[in-house]
T-cell receptor
Framework: SQQGEEDPQALSIQEGENATMNCSYK?????LQWYRQNSGRGLVHLILIRSNEREKHSGRLRVTLDTSKKSSSLLITASRAADTASYFCATAPNFGNEKLTFGTGTRLTIIP | DAGVIQSPRHEVTEMGQEVTLRCKPI?????LFWYRQTMMRGLELLIYFNNNVPIDDSGMPEDRFSAKMPNASFSTLKIQPSEPRDSAVYFC?????????????FGPGTRLTVL
């Protein structure tokens, strides 16, 4: 079954607004990663947050992790048209068959 | 660095034909991954290699799929015989660290259409 599930499935906002996407997962994790995929392209790594971290920043991106709720959020501030893409969370489990499991993604559309 | 290189970028073939997808990982990376992406099933890990050795092939759909990594700079994913349900975008990714939980760098993908 899918480890990470993003919410919402699709999001449309005006350019300049902030966009927030959420990811929920089921089992204990070593780390959680966010990736972006532009239409017709490969995935691009955005940020990795480890299980002992609560918040991480990278430019206009802010990621939070709440291991007690098994959830993470990705905030994109001051959105731009170029941010239009699908965003995926990927979880790395803490045990067992350790490999990344990708969620189903949030499709973000920035309206100019 | 050129990033992960995949070829071909597009492949159209007829059912029953053999298809070979190729990947060149980022130089110095120790892990290589093959994924398949479809609308219905999302992104699925097919197989991954650590230091050229296959570690987990539990995602390979069936015996029609095989993957090799003869050296650190080249891998192939072969489908023989191909079927229409194999139509998807196939991604190769590589990672610096040994293992499957570190940052992965994806190639541009091969869009496969089986008629």
């Amino acid at each position: 079954s899918q480890q990470g599930e993003e919410d919402p499935q699709a999001l449309s906002i005006q350019e300049g607004e902030n966009a927030t996407m959420n990811c929920s997962y089921k089992t204990s994790i070593n780390n959680l990663q966010w990736y972006r995929q532009n239409s017709g392209r490969g995935l691009v790594h955005l940020i990795l947050i480890r299980s002992n971290e609560r918040e991480k920043h990278s430019g206009r991106l802010r990621v939070t992790l709440d291991t007690s709720k098994k959830s993470s959020s990705l905030l994109i501030t001051a959105s731009r048209a170029a941010d239009t893409a699908s965003y995926f969370c990927a979880t790395a489990p803490n045990f067992g068959n350790e490999k990344l499991t990708f969620g189903t993604g949030t499709r973000l559309t920035i309206i100019p | 660095d050129a990033g992960v290189i995949q070829s071909p970028r597009h492949e159209v073939t007829e059912m029953g034909q053999e298809v070979t997808l190729r990947c060149k990982p980022i130089s110095g990376h120790n892990s290589l991954f093959w994924y398949r992406q479809t609308m219905m099933r999302g992104l699925e890990l097919l197989i991954y290699f650590n230091n050229n050795v296959p570690i987990d092939d539990s995602g390979m759909p069936e015996d029609r799929f095989s993957a090799k990594m003869p050296n650190a700079s080249f891998s192939t994913l072969k489908i023989q015989p191909s079927e229409p349900r194999d139509s998807a975008v196939y991604f190769c990714a590589s990672s610096l660290m040994v293992g499957a939980t570190d940052t992965q760098y994806f190639g541009p993908g091969t869009r496969l259409t089986v008629l």
